[in-house]
């Protein structure tokens, strides 16, 4: 657990420094990308993104209607996108894992309340994830903050496990889910909670990069993530800012 927690801690740190000014109107996602990885390789550690399963960079940056996975290149930031950053981190080979939506300008109420109540569904999960509960808990919680807004929530795209391995079992759907294994959550656990909620429908799809997904109805979409622990005391958000 201690290793974890310094690999989170080099993320949120990470994240901080993001929040300074890195994502901003008028640069190109590749440009945040290669920030991204100096960023990371200055503290000594690895990209977990870069390579893995081929994907080109250290991080996944999705604008607007892409939900996740989106790829860096020539796009350009600008006022009143929203940005989601995607970033995994190797230490002393523990992985960390979180995202965040970043708001960038002047956004309308509409999008920053998706964004808020993204966030305040990530943290309803959270409050979930204790000892005793299941796997189901958690996408209930998180499912509930949605419904109550009208949001599509992402079922393709789940939390996972985390640790030696970037992706590891079990499997963490953000929405009450019959159909995968539903573990009882254990004191030692680690996983990565990370809801995608879409204003419009809940239906995505992949692009022909065979990495970007977006929304099927061209709605926007967020996504915030934590690398969180179970303990006996309560849930520890790793990559808190």
């Excluded at 000594?44 to 870069?50: D, I, L, Q």
């Excluded at 940056?61 to 940005?83: A, Q």
Aim: with cysteine; glycine share 10%; net charge negative.
């Amino acid at each position: 657990m201690v290793a974890m927690r310094a690999a989170s801690s080099d993320l949120a740190e990470l994240f901080r420094r993001l929040r300074d000014g890195e994502v901003r109107a008028g640069i190109t996602t590749a440009d945040l990308d290669r920030c991204i990885e100096e960023l990371i390789l200055e503290k000594g550690n690895v990209p977990s993104f870069k390579g893995y399963h081929g994907f080109p960079a250290s991080s996944c940056i999705s604008i607007n209607e892409e939900v996740v996975h989106g790829i860096p290149g020539e796009r350009v930031i600008e006022n009143g996108d929203l940005v989601g950053v995607d970033i995994g981190l190797i230490k002393d080979g523990w992985h960390a894992d979180s995202a965040e939506t970043f708001l960038i300008g002047e956004v309308d109420a509409v999008a920053t309340e998706l964004c808020e109540t993204t966030l305040a569904a990530l943290m309803d999960g959270i409050a979930a994830t204790v000892p005793g509960n299941r796997i189901s808990d958690i996408g209930r919680a998180i499912e509930r903050r949605a419904r109550e807004k009208g949001y599509g929530v992402v079922e393709e795209l789940v939390g996972h496990g985390i640790g030696r391995e970037l992706h590891e079992d079990p499997q963490v759907p953000n929405y009450e889910c019959f159909t995968m294994p539903n573990p009882k959550l254990e004191d030692g656990m680690v996983l990565a909670l990370e809801p995608m909620f879409n204003l419009g429908g809940k239906r995505i799809k992949i692009l022909s990069d065979e990495w970007t997904y977006v929304t099927s109805d061209g709605s926007l979409s967020a996504h915030f993530e934590h690398t969180v622990a179970i303990t006996k005391d309560g849930p520890q958000i790793l990559t808190a800012r």
